[in-house]
């Protein structure tokens, strides 16, 4: 069973750039949530997709979006990259919708520097 | 807003004794709460979880404790070891609604336990 893997681990971009990351989700997960972890803090909510479809968006601005794969990968992109989005990017995949799937596993995250 | 606190940013314990964990949360809809361990270039990983209508749940070494009343939760590690030591956070989720998978997450403890 492969976990969830993220690339590529490291990004440096200018600001006003735009940036892909990728996630491959945990096997016969069908559900992907993207979080951006600033330093010192926890990781925030950014989106979560399930079937292809966003289910639920947190408090991001529409220059975060994403998509979701068939085979539920995942991509999260940012536009016109400003110096607050440096920060650690984490994909984290959960088995179903309902009861238990809280339980999200995490890939190790892209680190994103914006200069 | 922060929803979910964790007001201690680091604690440190001698290996063999007992590990306290807090976390404080402002959302009366919070029904779920889990902790997850991370380790330095590594993705956050699933300890242990607690539903609202329990006051506690043990896993091994770990124990959650839930004070519905008081809003409050804490995770014991019982005894510590040095292998324990990471950034632990605090998550909630709203399950009974329609955020399947979206957690908010606290600023994270630092645990260092001393051989």
């Known amino acids: 069973e492969t976990g969830v893997t993220q690339s590529p681990t490291h990004l440096i971009k200018t600001r006003g750039q735009q940036v892909t990351l990728r996630c491959s989700s945990q096997?016969?997960?069908?559900?992907v949530s993207w979080y951006q972890q600033a330093l010192g803090q926890g990781p925030q909510f950014i989106f979560q997709?399930?079937?292809?479809?966003?289910?639920g968006r947190g408090n991001f601005p529409p220059r975060f979006s994403g998509l979701q794969f068939p085979n539920y990968s995942s991509e999260l992109n940012v536009n016109a990259l400003e110096l607050d989005d440096s920060a650690l990017y984490l994909c984290?995949?959960?088995?179903?919708?309902?009861?238990?799937?809280?339980?999200?596993?995490f890939g190790s995250g892209t680190q994103l520097s914006v200069l | 807003d922060q929803q979910v606190k964790q007001n201690s940013p680091s604690l440190s314990v001698q290996e063999g004794r007992i590990s306290i964990l807090n976390c404080d949360y402002t959302?009366?809809?919070?029904?779920?709460f889990l902790w997850y361990k991370k380790y330095p270039a590594e993705g956050p990983t699933f300890l242990i979880s607690?539903?609202?209508?329990?006051d506690k749940n043990e896993d091994g070494r770990f124990t959650v404790f839930l004070n519905k009343s008081a809003k409050h939760l804490s995770l014991h590690i019982v005894p510590s070891q040095p292998g324990d030591s990471a950034v632990y956070f605090c998550a909630a989720s709203d399950a009974g609604g329609t955020s399947y998978g979206k957690l908010t997450f606290g600023q994270g403890t630092i645990l260092t336990v001393h051989p």
């Open positions: 997709y399930y079937r292809e479809e966003e289910n």
């Open positions: 984290a995949s959960s088995a179903t919708q309902g009861a238990g799937s809280e339980k999200l596993f």
């Open positions: 096997s016969g997960h069908n559900t």
């Open positions: 607690i539903s609202s209508i329990k």
């Open positions: 959302n009366s809809m919070f029904d779920y």
